[in-house]
């Protein structure tokens, strides 16, 4: 049942009452929390559970919409009415609503949004990296809460995480009890705005306390993409093959609370064996080792889901494609979703001869390494051309997806991908412009396409060229159009300081000095909360005082 409610004022509302329909269940009042917390964030105005208010949005359950769907309408009296078909479909609506609202100084004005949508794409997910002391890693709990409701607005439905065995010399290890608790409470803060959980690895990864009988050996990587660190079992030594089971053993009940929905283990980067009852990787050891896990993970959760990755399979070695589907034909009892993509292009065989054992077939989109050292170093790094044309490699042939997300600095690219997910014909830059009206406000939306475009151009930080200039004279242009919330949010400063780091990389031909360049590396790192992530990958540039002239 919804409660009649009034939408009174004629401009911004400086109070806003939400409505919780009958007997609402935990994803409900999670999302009546979100949207409270997003519009008082956002502007100055109130927001009421109970009593007059200047507006009323009110939420309910329409079963009919569609899975996951959702409609708002008008309510009596200008009120606003957002039902999902499910739980799940309600917080996905609340997202969109707060997506087509405007925040101002004088308080809240409801988006004029109206209409019925419902996802394409089953699996919407977002992996979120933890290791090398990452922002997923370093975060506040409380921040990261937050972060991953962010997500969730934008109709992510599956929560993919990492368990870094390689950091750690088991699961007694300090630090990975550490990390094993912020995982769960992770998942349980996902679990509770509708996500299912995964958690994975390489499929042969071990602890720093592998003993060096059972290590791997190393695979042939000519271009680079088959990441070591040196811990990888070998699985046909039977000592290892027995160890590493146990480990995946100890990490399925290291999560049976809140309880997993998924695995994901993957080959490669980190993973892989290049011996010569191992090699080739993906043809032999890691089917077989394979088949022995997916296993154990039904046997002790039957209702668990297995995504199998094949990132940068045949790259080299030629086969894997091949021997996989040829397994999968077979009996495919031990997989329930194939996870393809690679660095570039998405893999042909899947597109040329349906997926493999016909199953759904997930992407797997790198947003967040992709042309920069360090990664996000340089502030936000929005690549909706790059992404839109990837896209199109896929022919609508995908379930759904998650993207490698390491950070902050790829937030517009998460976003495009959701929606790519939730409706594949939606171009990326109309994501983009939505992004812009919703984060700023829409009236720096198409300024803020065109500064986006200038950073894709200049992505590379080699080839910056004139249009820096451009992107950072509209960047401070639209600054003035903000509220001071949306000025202060890390969501613009990470655009500004892009726009000013273009700038002055442009103007001193790419050496890294000077006050300015010190001073946005600096605010970054912060940002990142990265001042004791890994040099290479993770944090900014560091400009010593002396450089700083």
């Known amino acids: 049942m919804l409660v009649e409610g009034l939408c009174l004022a004629a401009g911004p509302a400086p109070s806003v009452r939400v409505v919780l329909p009958d007997a609402a269940g935990v994803i409900a009042r999670r999302a009546a929390g979100i949207l409270g917390r997003q519009i008082t964030d956002r502007c100055g105005a109130k927001v009421l559970t109970a009593g007059e208010a200047a507006c009323s949005v009110e939420l309910g359950i329409e079963v009919g919409i569609g899975t996951e769907g959702y409609k708002i309408v008008d309510g009596p009296g200008g009120s606003v ?20 609202s405007r925040y101002d100084r004088d ?3 409801p988006g004029t949004w109206r209409g019925t949508s419902v996802p394409r794409c089953p699996m919407r997910g977002i992996y979120l990296a ?3 002391n990452n922002y997923y890693e370093a975060a506040a709990p409380e921040e990261l809460d937050h972060y991953v409701e962010d997500l969730s607005l934008w109709g992510f439905n599956l929560l993919a995480l990492a368990y870094p065995h390689w950091q750690y010399s088991g699961h007694d290890d300090p630090a990975a009890r550490k990390m094993a608790e912020r995982l769960r409470r992770t998942m349980r803060v996902a679990k509770q705005v509708g996500m299912r959980v995964t958690i994975g690895d390489a499929l042969n990864g071990g602890f720093t306390s592998t003993p060096k009988e059972m290590r791997c050996t190393p695979v042939p990587d000519p271009l680079g993409r088959h990441g070591n660190f040196g811990v990888n079992l070998c699985p046909s030594k039977p000592a290892a093959r027995e160890q ?8 399925l009940d290291e999560f049976a609370d809140p309880g997993l929905d998924c695995i994901t283990y993957w080959p490669y980067d980190e993973g892989g064996c290049g011996c010569q009852d191992c090699w080739p990787w993906g043809a032999r050891g890691y089917l077989s080792l394979s088949r022995a896990v997916s296993a154990l993970a039904h046997k002790k959760c039957p209702q668990i889901k297995v995504l199998v990755s ?16 040829k397994a999968l034909a077979e009996d495919k009892s031990w997989a329930d979703y194939i996870q393809a993509d690679a ?4 893999p042909r065989f899947p597109l040329e001869r349906g997926a493999p054992g016909d199953l759904p077939l997930l992407n797997f989109p790198e947003i967040s390494m992709w042309g920069q050292s360090p990664w996000g170093g340089y502030g936000a ?11 199109n490699q896929t022919e609508r042939k995908l379930a759904g997806g998650t993207p490698y ?4 600095y790829e937030d517009i690219n998460k976003a495009i991908c959701s929606q790519f997910y939730w409706d594949p014909a939606r171009p990326a830059v109309e994501t983009v412009r939505e992004y812009a009206a919703f984060e700023y406000s829409p009236a720096v939306a198409d300024d803020f396409v065109k500064v986006v475009g200038a950073f894709e151009k200049n992505h590379v930080r080699k080839e910056i060229g004139p249009s820096a200039e451009e992107a950072f004279e509209l960047v401070k242009r639209m600054e003035t159009e903000l509220t001071p919330q949306a000025r202060a949010a890390w969501r613009w400063r990470i655009v500004y300081l892009r726009a000013l780091i273009d700038r002055e990389l442009l103007r001193s031909h790419g050496k890294l000095e000077g006050k300015a360049l010190q001073g946005a590396f600096r605010e970054l790192t912060t940002i990142y909360h990265a001042e004791h992530a890994h040099s290479m990958p993770i944090r900014p540039p560091q400009i010593g005082d002396a450089n700083a002239k």
């Open 81 to 100: 009415r957002i039902l999902g078909n499910d739980e799940r479909g309600l917080l996905y609506g609340v997202g969109r609503f707060l997506r087509s």
């Open 107 to 109: 308080g809240f004005t």
């Open 130 to 132: 933890t290791h090398f």
């Open 244 to 251: 590493l089971l146990k480990n995946w053993e100890q990490l």
């Open 310 to 325: 094949t990132w940068t399979f045949d790259t080299p070695p030629a086969g894997e494609w091949e021997a996989l589907a």
């Open 343 to 346: 660095h570039e292009d998405f």
């Open 381 to 391: 790094n929005p690549l909706p051309a790059r992404l839109q044309r990837l896209w």
């Open 405 to 408: 997300s390491e950070g902050l």
